[in-house]
């Protein structure tokens, strides 16, 4: 089961509304789950949600989104509830409204079937919507490097799946082999996480895959996974969101 939850939230603090206050909105959110989950989510390190703040001058959405079952009874359930209308920031001494709340879920059956199993276009064009980012051996990456992105996606979709797992060597090679960059426009942000500077990017970047149709399906499905995990380091404090671009649509 994925679920994308968006709740539509108003503030008198227009500054609060940056994409970086998401590392706040995770404590709020931890405070609405069962605490022996919240102690679990901590003790193992799996992050089976990811959250964000997509700010407009239009409308200003706190995303929050689960990739099982558990997390969507444990996380996604209290925040539906008619009860939770608005929380208190205590950093920042103010509330904030929720003025409207819109839940999406897919069976994982119905995502299988629609993002697998269909043949898919060959051309993806990702949009990195909040600040991006990656690590190897300890150190940040800030460029979108193919085999980053497929280790990330493969690696959160292992974590949120009991029956599966994807993390390959041989794989991580037939992807990377047959996908090419074919067109990018980024940009280098930084994305503070308790004092500390992290060197991301935001924008957008289009993948071409040459190899067979399945290997097409495959890129397409991990992709459109990753609209729920996220990609890269940081997801559950508002890092690394990202949508597909449909061809012919902003």
């Known amino acids: 089961m994925f679920a994308n939850l968006q709740l539509k939230i108003e503030t008198d603090n227009k500054d609060f509304l940056r994409y970086e206050k998401a590392t706040i909105l995770q404590s709020v959110l931890m405070e609405h789950v069962n605490k022996e989950y919240a102690a679990m989510l901590h003790e193992s390190g799996l992050h089976p949600y990811s959250q964000c703040i997509i700010a407009s001058n239009k409308e200003n959405i706190w995303n929050v989104c689960t990739v099982n079952e558990e997390a969507y009874n444990n996380i996604i359930e209290p925040l539906c509830d008619d009860k939770f209308k608005d929380f208190y920031i205590e950093y920042d001494d103010f509330n904030v409204k929720i003025l409207d709340k819109k839940l999406d879920v897919i069976s994982k059956k119905e995502f299988m079937d629609k993002y697998y199993f269909e043949d898919s276009d060959r051309v993806i064009k990702l949009q990195f919507r909040t600040p991006s980012a990656f690590k190897r051996q300890g150190r940040y990456v800030f460029m979108p490097e193919l085999e980053l992105i497929y280790q990330s996606l493969m690696n959160k979709y292992d974590a ?91």
């Open 160 to 250: 949120a799946s009991e029956d599966e797992e994807l993390d390959s060597e041989e794989l991580l090679d037939e992807l990377v082999g047959h996908s090419n960059i074919i067109q990018y426009n980024l940009q280098s942000r930084y994305y503070s996480v308790g004092g500390v500077r992290i060197p991301s990017f935001t924008g957008e970047m289009t993948i071409k895959i040459n190899g067979p149709q399945q290997m097409a399906n495959f890129v397409n499905m991990l992709c459109r996974f990753g609209e729920y995990s996220g990609i890269g380091i940081k997801t559950a404090m508002g890092m690394g969101s990202i949508r597909i671009i449909e061809r012919g649509k902003a």
